[in-house]
């Protein structure tokens, strides 16, 4: 039973968490965090997801990447949710503006360990 119990928590700090943004019908764009992009894509779509994209039409995958454990993640998605609609999409453009973010919350993270 032990050594049940160090896989399982293997599995979970080894498990990669991604940020994903979603764009509905209405040009809107969702923020989102999983650990399987595909699954939780599917789940949206089938209006099995966030509340927030039920109804709301034909749903496309606008951004995703990986960022490594789930703490980062939600700060992460928190950080995200908080911008303008232009600057999320230029973060979808790929101007470079995801990696900026992500490191400089990296950087705060080494700060204060």
Do not use: C, P
């Amino acid at each position: 039973m032990l050594f049940s119990f160090h896989i399982n928590i293997l599995n979970i700090v080894m498990t990669s968490w991604f940020l994903y943004l979603i764009r509905t019908a209405d040009n809107m764009l969702y923020t989102g965090i999983t650990t399987d992009v595909t699954r939780r894509f599917i789940q949206h779509q089938s209006g099995k997801g966030a509340k927030a994209l039920r109804g709301k039409g034909a749903l496309a995958l606008a951004f995703s990447a990986e960022v490594g454990e789930r703490s980062l993640a939600l700060r992460l998605e928190y950080r995200i949710k908080q911008l303008t609609k232009r600057q999320k999409e230029r973060l979808v453009a790929g101007d470079g503006s995801f990696e900026a973010l992500r490191e400089s919350l990296l950087s705060v993270t080494v700060k204060n360990d």
